[in-house]
């Protein structure tokens, strides 16, 4: 079990930047993705960015269009999601997940944090 704990959520406007932060602690040998999700009131679960954790394989949404950069700090085992070119459709609760394999589909996803509220204002 891996314990989750997002952080760096808040109020930007359509443009700024922001960096999201998900710590992880607990049973971390089996993890082998780390993940970024969002979720807007009334909308599904959408897949952000994937970092394979030993190879640093990264993909993400092609939603995103380049604005988001998915990194890690081993030593700290964290995960960090830098935002740039925010936009007002950007507004969710962004959640991190672990996964054995790096993957979209959130069936796999085995531990989650409680998200961090993201709001971009136009």
């Known amino acids: 079990q891996v314990q989750l704990v997002e952080s760096g959520g808040g109020l930007v406007q359509a443009g700024g930047s922001l960096r999201l932060s998900c710590a992880a602690s607990g049973r971390t040998s089996s993890t082998g993705a780390m993940a970024w999700f969002r979720q807007a009131p009334g909308k599904e679960r959408e897949f952000v960015a994937v970092l394979s954790w030993s190879g640093g394989n990264t993909v993400y949404a092609d939603s995103e269009m380049g604005r988001f950069t998915i990194s890690r700090d081993n030593a700290k085992n964290t995960v960090y999601l830098q935002m740039n070119s925010l936009k007002p459709e950007d507004t969710a609760v962004y959640y991190c997940?672990?996964?054995?394999?790096?993957?979209?589909?959130?069936?796999?996803?085995?531990?989650w944090g409680q998200g961090t509220q993201v709001t971009v204002s136009s």
């Open positions: 997940a672990t996964a054995s394999i790096p993957t979209r589909i959130i069936s796999l996803y085995t531990d």
